[in-house]
C-alpha cells in the first residue's frame, strides 16, 4: 500500500515538512516515488519512518503540548543533521573553489607567456621585413637586368637575320 505525505503526516501527527526532511535522506529514496506531482511511500518505508520517529510519534500521541516540543526538537534535529550536510557541502565546494582559483592562475601565466610570445614573434617580423625588403628589390633588379639583356639578345638575332636577307636578296 502507498501513502501519501498527509495521510502519514496524520497517522504520525507530525508535520508534512518533517516527513519530506525524512524522506530527503538517501536511503529513504527507494522507499518513495512521485506520481502526478504526488509523492507516495511505500509500507516499508512508513515503517521505517516510524521506527525512526516512534519517540516523537510516542510524545505527541501523549500530550498535545509535548507535541509541540518534541517536533520542535524532532525539526531541529533534522535541521542539526541538515546543517552539518550543509557544512560538508560548503566544505567540499570550498575546495573545489580553491582548485578553480588555482586553475585560472595557471591558465592566466600560460596566457600571459603566450602574450610574449606573440610579442616577440611580432618584433622579430618587424626586424626582418627589411631585409626581406632589401632582398625583394635586389631580386627584382636582378630580374630587370635578365630581361633588358634577352631583350638585347632578341634585336641582335633580329638584326643578324635582316643582314642575312639582305645580303641573298642583293646577288
Known amino acids: 500500500m502507498l501513502y501519501t505525505i498527509a495521510k502519514i503526516a496524520d497517522?504520525?501527527?507530525l508535520s508534512k515538512v518533517t516527513i519530506y526532511k525524512h524522506l530527503k535522506l538517501k536511503d529513504m529514496e527507494q522507499y518513495k516515488s512521485k506520481k502526478r506531482g504526488v509523492t507516495y511511500v511505500s509500507e516499508e518505508g512508513f515503517s521505517l519512518i516510524k521506527v525512526r520517529l516512534s519517540a516523537?510519534?510516542?510524545d505527541s500521541n501523549s500530550d498535545e503540548n509535548n507535541s509541540t516540543a518534541?517536533?520542535?526538537?524532532e525539526e531541529t534535529a533534522m535541521d542539526k543533521e541538515t546543517l552539518s550536510t550543509n557544512e560538508l557541502a560548503l566544505k567540499v565546494?570550498?575546495?573545489q573553489l580553491k582548485i578553480k582559483d588555482i586553475q585560472i592562475q595557471e591558465l592566466n601565466n600560460r596566457l600571459s607567456q603566450e602574450q610574449d610570445l606573440h610579442k616577440n614573434t611580432q618584433i622579430l617580423f618587424k626586424q626582418q621585413q627589411p631585409q626581406q625588403i632589401l632582398k625583394?628589390?635586389?631580386h627584382f633588379e636582378?630580374?630587370?637586368n635578365k630581361l633588358i639583356e634577352i631583350k638585347d639578345k632578341m634585336k641582335k638575332k633580329d638584326q643578324d637575320h635582316k643582314g642575312i636577307?639582305?645580303?641573298i636578296f642583293k646577288k
Not at 518534541?70 to 526538537?73: G, L, T, V
Open 136 to 138: 625583394l628589390e635586389a
Open 165 to 167: 636577307f639582305k645580303k
Open 142 to 144: 636582378e630580374l630587370d
Open 56 to 58: 516523537y510519534i510516542n
Open 93 to 95: 565546494l570550498i575546495n
Open 70 to 73: 518534541n517536533s520542535f526538537n
Open 11 to 13: 497517522i504520525t501527527k
